[in-house]
Each structure stands twice: as structure tokens, then as C-alpha cells.
């Protein structure tokens, strides 16, 4: 008997692949990972930062939001779903993730990597967009 996952399982497993790959590739490239999926746990700051790592070009310390999809075209694509709301949370928790671990950095960026894993296609695509928000 074939299972089906519900739509939010889908969704979680599609958004971990799309973080596992990106993870490895910014280690590939250098990258200090300094967490993933870190919750704050300040009550007024709910939400998570999918990957939080230093990048060896200028050291800064790097909050990345990696977004999946299964096409590049539904719904704009990945990069399109960080909007201004999405952007204002994302530097919320970064203010929050400063504060609670005490982290210092000289240089602090946000990047939004979007991920594609089209069905029937050799490999997925990644774009990286460096200081996106």
C-alpha cells in the first residue's frame, strides 16, 4: 500500500533538501556554518534563520535564507516568496540572534539563496543573492 505525504510534509522535506544543499555548498566554498535553523527565544521575535555562517571572502557573518521550489516559474519562483515583510522579520531575528548568543561581527549581510529541483532535471539550480535584504 503506497502512502502519501500531506502537503506540509512535502513542503518541510522539499525545504530541507533545498538547506542541506545549500549548506554544502557554501562549505564546499569555505564557508564557516555557524548554525541552521536557529529559533530565537525571545517570545516577541518567533520565527527561524535557515543557515547562519561566516564567508571567508570578507569574513562577514552571513544570515542566509534559502528558499525551495519545484519550479522556477509557479509563484515567481524562490526569490520572489522574500518579500519586504519576509526581509523585516529576517533582520529582526538577526538583531535577536546577535543579542542572544553574543556573537560580534565587523560586517553583518543577509543573502537569499533560492533553489530549484525541477523533476526529471540532471541537478537542481541555485542562485545566490548576496546582501538581498
Known sequence: MATTQRPSNR???LGRLGEDL?????????????????????PLVRGELDVVAVDPG????????VKTRRSATAFG??????THTKQAKL????VSFLRETGTRAR????DVIGVV???????????????AC
Do not use: C, M, Y
Request: glycine share 8%; hydrophobic share 45%.
Open 107 to 110: 560586517l553583518v549581510r543577509f
Open 22 to 42: 545549500v549548506t554544502k555548498r557554501l562549505v564546499d566554498a569555505g564557508w564557516e556554518i555557524l548554525a541552521r535553523n536557529w529559533r530565537s527565544p525571545d
Open 58 to 65: 570578507d569574513r562577514a557573518l552571513v544570515f542566509v535564507e
Open 117 to 131: 529541483v525541477e523533476s526529471g532535471s540532471a541537478a537542481p539550480s541555485i542562485e545566490h543573492v548576496r546582501g
Open 91 to 94: 533582520r529582526q531575528l538577526g
Open 11 to 13: 513542503r518541510q522535506t
Open 77 to 82: 519562483g524562490p526569490l520572489a516568496a522574500v
